[in-house]
C-alpha cells in the first residue's frame, strides 16, 4: 500500500518548470519496465525517446539503435531512473526538459520509448540479438509532441504498479535485434540464387531448340 501511495502522489504531482520560447518539455512517466521474462530493469539501464514525422519506428540494427533511418530523431538516451518516483524497480518519471525545436524539429512527430535491459547509457550500439521493449504512438495515439512551449506528460503504467491498466506483457523486452547475415554468408545465398536464374536460363534454351 505504501508503493501505491507514494507512486500516486508522485505522479499527481508534476514537477512545475520554466518552458522557454522554442523549446518543448516532455514527462513520462512509466512503469513496470522489464526484460523479457518479466524482471524489472534496473536502474542505469539504457532508455531511450526516438520522434519520427510518420509512424514506422525502424526497428534498431547491431550498430544503429534508429536501424540507419534517415526520418527518426534520438531526442533522449541515458540511464533509467526509479529514484525519480521511488515507487519499486522499473517504475520512473522520466523528464526531459527545454528540448531545443532548433536542434530537435520535432514539434507534431510521433514519440516512442525504449528500453535495453542490458544495455546502459554508455552503450554506442546495440549488437545483435539484444532484446529491447518499445511502447509509443502505436500503442497510444496522444503520443505526440507538442508544439513550442507546450509540457506534455505521456503515461505508461502496467498493472502490476497497482493503478495502471497496461497488460503487463506491454512492458516486456519482448523484441530483439535482428543479427546482420555474415559476408560470407550472403556471398552464398548470392551465388547460390545465380546458379539457380543460369540453370533455368538453360532448361529453357534447350526446351525452345528441341
Known sequence: MKKLVLLSAALACLTVTEIRAGTISMDFQVGVLADSSGTPITDGSLFQIIA???????????????GNS???????????????????PGIADMAVNNIDLSTYP???????????PTLTSSSLQPGASTSYGQYGYLNDNSWIAGNAGSSITYTFLTQSTGIGSATN??????????PVPEPSSSAIVIALCALAVTIHHRRRAVQAGR
Not at 520535432?106 to 535495453?116: E, K, Q
Request: proline share 5%; net charge negative.
Open 52 to 66: 519520427s514525422p510518420d509512424t514506422t519506428f525502424s526497428a534498431p540494427t547491431p550498430t544503429s539503435f534508429l
Open 70 to 88: 534517415s526520418n527518426d530523431v534520438l531526442v533522449w538516451s541515458g540511464g533509467f531512473d526509479s529514484s525519480t518516483v521511488g515507487a519499486g
Open 106 to 116: 520535432i514539434a507534431g512527430d510521433y514519440l516512442t520509448i525504449r528500453w535495453f
Open 169 to 178: 506483457s506491454l512492458g516486456y523486452a519482448n523484441n530483439t535485434v535482428t
